[in-house]
């Protein structure tokens, strides 16, 4: 179509905005949704599903622009996601414009005005908290509180905080001023962006929010979970009944005075309901002198050349009219654009015109071709294809978005691959100058386009790095993705970055509970280390090896690992490293019952670790010895550490590590008798850590505060506390501890004699410790299987069922060498035998009097070793109450 055409049109900046047809019941959806989030003052969540081209922008335009009109106090912010945005670019861009700061801004007068509407929002002065994590959003650099301070020693932390802070901004934010947060089309966002969204649309309470996204199916194939909330309304946007797309079209004619029906027809047959498709005949018609201008600027037909008209067909086809519609400075520019993404940069497309020029005699530092290109973005706009961006990622850069995605797609498609290789090469060398040299996302682009761009050892540089910072901030499952891509394009090339690449790659294989994977990974940074001779990171392969098989109740492959670490760490004089040893044998220890031999390898852990004045090591020896104090019975000495971890954590205002160890003294109450007194600290444990967002550690606390409740015989309390404890567990990935909590439940469902339910959660628990193969775990399972089974009085098939549970467990726990877990199993074993099978069967009297003799005779083993334990030691110390993933070494 010519510009005088477009320009006909009437529309501002010569766009053709669609009219709205059929679309009424969708509508109604999104003012029904407002409605309710404003009268019930809770938030809601609405997902507009369709493919390119349906209308899912119109139709968000037509709500934005009545609520506009109709609800004057209800404040409305919106963002668009790019396809290879930053983490959180939608976020970024929506406190942007609720605070009103411009993209690159970070003067001292920004952040003083910053904290001042802060203060106003929450009608509060003590705001440090949140304008610290709100700051990080928008990429201000605000020094933190004290507490803060701590927090940001911990990255996984940090993060959980951070995304708490939002909510809690966002629901008092919203509680005078109504709000719509709409984000544009959401399968383009980045992980951690739909993560957080995901997170506010399940979290948000007691606030008048309207949270509205519009997304291509593609978002439910990654996102399977996305519309697993009561509050969450699909609306999925299908094609244009025939009736509504002929009145769409008689819409777009209406400068035509009576559009003839065989102009209508054709248009509607084409476009297949599509109203992207039928606003490009409308182009159609008019390159085809189907449609002119009058003098007047009304139109004419001409229905004698319809014939000559090259409709599309799909929107394929109205792609490829408007590619070839291009000049050819027009869509070489744009090829360029289309190297970079979804968004682009004006100095990236003027480097990008240099490639082969030889450069000026003398250069002044200005050129022609900016201009140039300055005039085609602008003519490229009035015609839809290009969109200025008020902000840009790139301080001093002025950024542009392409207004299709799919056009962007096909010109990179038609784009020849060598010339689009050179073209990523070149992007990513102008990026390493002008972008972010620290943000993940940044760092991300940079690994693909020197990918796309033939360079592999630079790529792999790039995601070995992104990977480190999505590590720092136990992103794991994003971080092994980049040191997976990393090490594949990186070969042998760089032995220092590779072997320091398997290492980290190995952690967090480990922390997504990959095992396997994880074992390959320690297992080529052994080979590497063994190959060149480096000892002490041989020690640390064979450590975190040693750990793996811990972890997994293979106690002997453990030790083996971890000795030969220790005498790596020892021969290469790495004393951080024979203490991390000696902690793990420890450990290994600990587990086997074996509770004066865990001590005197922590002890030594702890002397060398007080020596390199490492805190945070004391603490993590600290937290083992008192696991030991605690299993052994020595409830002062374990209190006592405790409390003074407690005075330590509360003198540095480390409010997560106060959270942690509240717990801690609560197991001491619990394994101590004093059940009430346990409820109490748990409570105020699970008040801190809900203040500071820890999710993981409320699960931990709810479990402790759920077992507390059943040994108080008030079952109901812990079925409902365990209840809560499982559904935050669900969303955390640690398998372990919802199998715990399974366990927990199934307990307090036999407490009420509701066998059936008792029988399903431990079913299920059992099935997570086996796929999670965590053997001492499923021991103590299939232990409650069967006291679940000896209280129901279950005969037949479900009897023999629970002796074996009983037998497995027994079994296992001989295994793993778990004495004092063994002692239990036997005992529990001899009461379901005297209980279900009668005392007075000769042969089973024998059977029960065999069972309790070996557990009698594991518990005078395990006293007579006690005696030979060391003093006791004055401390900090941390205790995770519960298998917690955060507390590993």
Excluded at 255 to 282: C, W
Excluded at 340 to 367: C, I, N, T, Y
Excluded at 707 to 718: D, K
């Amino acid at each position: 179509m010519s510009d005088s055409a477009i320009r006909a049109l009437g529309v501002p900046g010569a766009t053709i905005r669609t009219p709205l047809v059929g679309r009424g019941r969708e509508l109604r959806e999104l003012e029904d949704a407002l409605a309710r989030a404003l009268s019930n003052g809770e938030p809601q969540t609405v997902t507009l599903i369709g493919g390119p081209g349906i209308g899912k922008s119109r139709l968000l335009h037509e709500f934005v622009s009545r609520v506009s009109e109709r609800e004057r106090r209800v404040r409305i912010y919106r963002a668009a996601c790019q396809e290879s945005g930053s983490s959180f670019g939608p976020f970024s861009h929506i406190l942007r414009a609720r605070f009103g700061i411009l993209e690159g801004a970070d003067s001292a007068s920004t952040r003083a005005s910053f904290r001042a509407m802060v203060e106003e929002a929450l009608g509060d002065r003590r705001v440090d908290e949140f304008v610290h994590y709100l700051g990080a959003f928008l990429g201000l650099d605000l020094e933190g509180s004290p507490f803060v301070q701590a927090l940001e020693e911990d990255p996984a932390q940090a993060a959980v905080v951070g995304r708490a802070v939002l909510r809690r901004f966002l629901e008092l934010d919203a509680r005078d001023r109504p709000m719509v947060l709409a984000f544009e089309d959401l399968h383009w966002a980045h992980d951690d962006s739909l993560e957080l969204l995901r997170y506010l649309t399940a979290s948000l309470r007691g606030c008048p929010v309207l949270i509205v996204a519009t997304a291509r199916p593609e978002l439910l194939a990654r996102r399977a979970d996305w519309l697993d909330s009561p509050s969450h309304t699909r609306l999925e946007l299908s094609p244009l009944s025939p009736d509504d797309a002929a009145q769409l079209m008689l819409k777009l004619l209406d400068k035509t005075g009576d559009p003839p029906e065989e102009l209508v027809d054709a248009a509607v047959e084409m476009a297949g309901g599509s109203p992207y498709l039928l606003q490009q005949m409308l182009r159609a018609f008019f390159d085809a002198g189907v449609l002119r201008v009058e003098q007047d600027a009304n139109w004419s037909v001409a229905l004698d050349k319809l014939d000559d008209a090259h409709l599309p067909l799909t929107v394929e086809d109205a792609i490829s009219a408007r590619i070839a519609s291009l000049t050819a400075a027009e869509r070489g520019l744009l090829e360029k654009a289309a190297s970079m993404g979804g968004v682009f940069w004006l100095g990236a497309l003027v480097a990008l015109s240099r490639e082969g020029q030889k450069p000026p005699e003398l250069w002044g530092g200005h050129d022609t071709v900016v201009s140039e290109y300055e005039e085609l973005l602008e003519t490229l706009a009035e015609r839809d294809y290009v969109l200025p961006l008020p902000d840009s990622s790139i301080p001093g850069e002025r950024e542009y978005a392409f207004k299709h995605n799919l056009e962007r797609e096909t010109l990179y498609r038609l784009t020849n691959r060598s010339r689009m290789r050179t073209l990523h090469r070149r992007v990513g060398e102008w990026l390493e100058f002008h972008g972010e040299e620290d943000a993940e996302a940044q760092i991300e682009m940079l690994a693909q386009h020197f990918e796309e761009g033939g360079a592999p050892d630079r790529a792999a540089r790039y995601y070995v790095s992104a990977g480190d910072r999505a590590r720092a901030r136990y992103a794991n499952a994003k971080a092994s993705e980049y040191y997976a891509r990393g090490l594949e394009l990186l070969g042998d090339a760089d032995p220092r970055i590779r072997v320091e690449a398997l290492h980290h790659y190995g952690d967090v294989l480990q922390l997504a509970g990959r095992n396997d994977e994880a074992l390959g990974a320690f297992s080529d940074m052994l080979q590497m280390a063994w190959r060149l001779d480096l000892k002490a990171k041989g020690g640390a392969a064979h450590n975190r090896i040693g750990r793996l098989y811990r972890a997994v109740g293979h106690l002997d492959q453990a030790m083996r690992h971890l000795g030969t670490g220790h005498a790596l760490f020892d021969a290469d004089g790495d004393r951080r490293g024979q203490a991390s040893s000696l902690d793990d044998i420890g450990k290994v220890h600990w587990m086997r019952g074996d509770y004066g031999s865990a001590e005197r390898f922590m002890v030594k852990a702890l002397e060398l670790r007080r020596e390199l004045e490492d805190k945070r090591s004391i603490a993590l020896s600290q937290n083992n010895l008192g696991l030991v104090y605690q299993d052994s019975g020595r409830f002062e000495e374990a209190k006592r550490a405790f409390e003074e971890a407690l005075l330590l954590r509360q003198e540095i205002g480390d409010r997560p590590g106060i959270a942690q160890t509240l717990n801690n003294l609560g197991t001491i109450h619990q394994d101590d008798g004093a059940h009430e007194r346990a409820v109490e600290v748990y409570d105020e444990a699970l008040r801190v850590a809900r203040e500071v967002g820890d999710r993981m550690r409320q699960a931990v606390i709810l479990t402790n505060l759920g077992e507390s409740h059943y040994r108080l015989e008030r079952p109901q309390q812990a079925i409902e506390v365990l209840g809560n404890a499982e559904a935050l567990s669900s969303s955390l990935g640690d398998r372990i501890l919802e199998g715990e909590i399974l366990r927990g439940l199934a307990k307090a469902h036999m407490l009420v004699r509701e066998f059936a339910k008792a029988r399903e959660y431990i079913s299920r628990s059992i099935e997570l410790f086996e796929s999670a193969r965590a053997k001492p775990f499923l021991g103590v399972a299939q232990r409650t299987f069967g006291e679940i089974a000896s209280a129901a009085g279950w005969g037949g098939d479900d009897h023999a069922r629970a002796k074996e549970a009983f037998e497995r467990s027994v079994a296992l726990f001989t295994e793993l060498g778990n004495d004092i877990e063994l002692a239990h199993s036997l005992d529990s074993y001899a009461a379901f035998v005297e209980q279900t099978e009668g005392d007075d069967d000769p042969v089973k009297v024998h059977e029960v009097m065999q069972l309790r003799t070996r557990a009698d005779a594991i518990r005078e083993r395990l006293r007579a070793a006690e005696a030979y334990a060391l003093p006791p030691l004055e401390g900090e110390a941390t205790h995770p109450g519960a298998s917690n993933p955060l507390d590993e070494a």
